[in-house]
């Protein structure tokens, strides 16, 4: 079985700056990737950015390209995304998952951010 939990998350001021962590322990082995969803109130939750579990291969949402960037440390089975020029619809709950193929998704708890106009 594998968690991941997220950190980072925080209040911040439009045009501000986070950076969030997510770490993966337990049974790694195997896993394809890792990303992050995000969820505002009323809404449903929605891609945002993904990497391969060797660090390649980065994808993002076009709502976000620009200003994320993300990035995994694999001697410590890290993702990071790290946001700049935050904006007021980057509101909401980030969700960290790790993809392993042929398994379901394992979710982190999420972690809130809010971004303040």
């Known amino acids: 079985q594998v968690q991941v939990v997220e950190s980072g998350g925080g209040l911040v001021q439009a045009g501000g700056s986070l950076r969030l962590s997510c770490a993966a322990s337990?049974?790694?082995?195997?896993?394809?990737?890792m990303g992050w969803f995000r969820q505002a109130p009323g809404k449903e939750r929605e891609f945002v950015a993904r990497?391969?579990?060797?660090?390649?291969?980065?994808d993002y949402a076009d709502s976000v390209k620009g200003r994320f960037t993300i990035s995994k440390d694999e001697s410590k089975n890290t993702m990071y995304l790290q946001m700049n020029s935050l904006k007021p619809e980057d509101t909401g709950v980030y969700l960290c998952?790790?993809?392993?193929?042929?398994?379901?998704?394992?979710w982190g708890q999420g972690t809130q951010v809010t971004v303040s106009s």
């Open positions: 337990g049974r790694t082995f195997g896993s394809s990737a």
């Open positions: 990497v391969d579990w060797n660090g390649g291969n980065p």
């Open positions: 998952y790790r993809e392993r193929v042929g398994t379901p998704r394992s």
